[in-house]
């Protein structure tokens, strides 16, 4: 095949090099019927050498394989002679195995029906000798959105609490009170039962009221002024009359915490 140039009637042909390594294709790309899209899609070979081969989809459908039949000539044994098509249907590129001996594959994975093309994919024919990089510079790009940090992060190795990656400074009884709360989202915790866990001693409503509801009110100061550093609204501690208080966000532990990464608050 060494020095053969293909006859017009083939808009576009690779000649790889068997005999030779690395293989080299030879790409020659010849006017014919183009399609409507503005822009077409693209097929690279990467060339031992770190070079690079762009095929451009200008037809409608494309084929690839042994026969000089093909709009992408491909001459090495282990491809077939009809080995692939890619056909453009509704404004997208679709690749189809043409019962090939050997198969076709998408980023390593053997096709056996249309399989829509998207941009990075590596397409191989027969095996990884033959790898084909796709890309559409059409298509449609899809933004990740990067996730917020949890309205409540809680390392208590560290002792630091996060509130939407705003540091947040308390004292210990505040720190006391916010893991008692943390450990139970979505939970009224009760006056009796988080005096007894953050002060250590027994409720009686009329000597500890005071300073439980005084704690309270400086957790939640300092919630809001973290959350608003951050650019949020706080995470809400609500108040259960007569009974308790509820913390009412999700919260993230540290690992090695002995508790779940995320936990989530009881709607």
Not at 44 to 66: F, N, P, S, W
Not at 73 to 79: F, G
Not at 83 to 106: K, M
């Amino acid at each position: 095949m060494d020095g053969i140039i293909l006859p017009p009637e083939n808009p576009l042909s690779i000649i790889l090099k068997r005999d030779t390594m690395p293989l080299y294709p030879v790409i020659q790309t010849i006017s014919g019927t183009r399609m409507a899209r503005a822009t077409p899609g693209i097929l690279t070979y990467r060339r031992a050498d770190g070079g690079e081969e762009r095929i451009k989809l200008h037809q409608d459908v494309t084929t690839l394989g042994r026969s000089d039949s093909c709009a992408v000539v491909i001459a090495l044994p282990v491809i077939s002679r009809l080995h692939a098509r890619i056909e453009l249907q509704h404004d997208r590129y679709v690749l189809f195995d043409a019962g090939s001996a050997n198969g076709t594959f998408v980023n390593g994975k053997r096709i056996e029906q249309g399989t829509q093309l998207r941009t990075s994919d590596e397409i191989w024919l027969g095996s990884n000798d033959v790898a084909l990089r796709f890309s559409d510079p059409e298509e449609t790009l899809v933004m990740q959105s990067s996730p917020l940090p949890a309205p409540l992060f809680i390392d208590e190795d560290a002792r630091t609490v996060l509130v939407y990656g705003a540091s947040l400074q308390l004292s210990p009884l505040e720190y006391g009170l916010l893991l008692h709360l943390a450990h139970n989202p979505g939970t009224v915790c009760t006056r009796e039962g988080t005096f007894l866990a953050v002060w250590g001693q027994p409720y009686d409503h009329a000597t500890c009221e005071d300073a439980l509801n005084a704690c309270i009110a400086k957790l939640r100061r300092n919630l809001r002024s973290a959350a608003e550093t951050a650019g949020h609204e706080p995470p809400l501690i609500t108040t259960v009359q007569r009974v308790g208080f509820r913390l009412d966000a999700e919260v993230g532990f540290a690992p090695g915490s002995g508790r779940p990464a995320i936990a989530r608050s009881v709607s």
